[in-house]
């Protein structure tokens, strides 16, 4: 069932099936390599993983709409919500440029690592599209984790709290003099709801249904 809170900032599916382990290591196998290429460069980092962020949510959108055409179902407006989000993962990408520009090595990286998860993220939708959309839940969960770790990093001084970029207080509705940490929070926020979108539909797909139940739906 779907259940979104954008406030809680540490949930975690623990991997139950094999499809969940299978998309847990994937994960982390992702992010031990940004680990060991990035370091503490944390705005570089992020740049180079919201390029692959965004590519779940639009493979699942293009997935989604041609089974719903398919069946003659109504997608009840999740391939639009998909198509949102890949363009907030885009947003997310675009306010980290506008503060740090990315290396002309990072960028080759970026094509290379994006082309390549592209196509491994298509051909796992459709192998099993219930383990690529908790690969993508695992995925928010990173980020919101490393997201919190740079709040931390701020607050303590270790990080420059910049000034957040205008087009970012806009996206978000900040306030005026908003910096990097409000900035932070707010993508952090989104990330959370990417999170329990793509756990609620890896549970579907688990309990054999195409499209979650709504809050308060019958079992």
């Known amino acids: ?6 406030a809680d900032h540490v949930r975690h599916h623990v991997p139950a099936t094999f499809s969940d382990r299978v998309a847990d290591l994937s ?8 680990d060991r290429l990035f370091g503490r460069r944390y ?3 992020v740049i180079v993983l919201e390029t692959i962020a965004a590519v779940p949510a639009m493979v ?5 709409h041609l089974r719903c055409l398919r069946r003659m179902i109504d997608d009840r407006g999740w391939v639009r919500t998909f198509m949102d989000e890949a363009d907030n993962q885009r947003f ?14 990072e960028r080759l990286l970026i094509a290379i690592a994006q082309s390549l998860f592209y196509n491994a993220n298509f051909l796992l939708y459709l192998i099993s599209a219930r383990t690529a959309h908790r690969l993508a839940g695992y995925l928010a969960e990173r980020s ?3 997201y919190s770790e740079l709040l931390t990093r701020i607050e ?8 957040a970029p205008l087009a970012a207080r806009d996206y978000w509705n900040l306030r005026s003099g908003a910096t990097l ?3 932070i929070k707010a993508m952090r926020e989104d990330e959370a709801i990417h999170r329990d979108i793509h756990h609620a539909f890896a549970d579907a797909r688990t309990a054999g249904k195409v499209l979650p139940e709504p809050p308060g739906a019958p079992a």
């Open 156 to 163: 303590a001084g270790e990080q420059t709290d910049w000034p």
């Open 144 to 146: 919101i984790a490393g």
């Open 1 to 6: 069932m779907l259940n979104i809170n954008k």
């Open 27 to 34: 994960v982390r196998a992702m992010l031990s390599v940004a």
């Open 43 to 45: 705005g570089d980092r």
């Open 181 to 183: 940490s409000d900035m």
């Open 60 to 64: 699942a959108a293009t997935f989604l």
């Open 92 to 105: 997310h990408l675009m306010a980290f440029v506008a503060i740090v520009q990315p290396s002309s090595s």
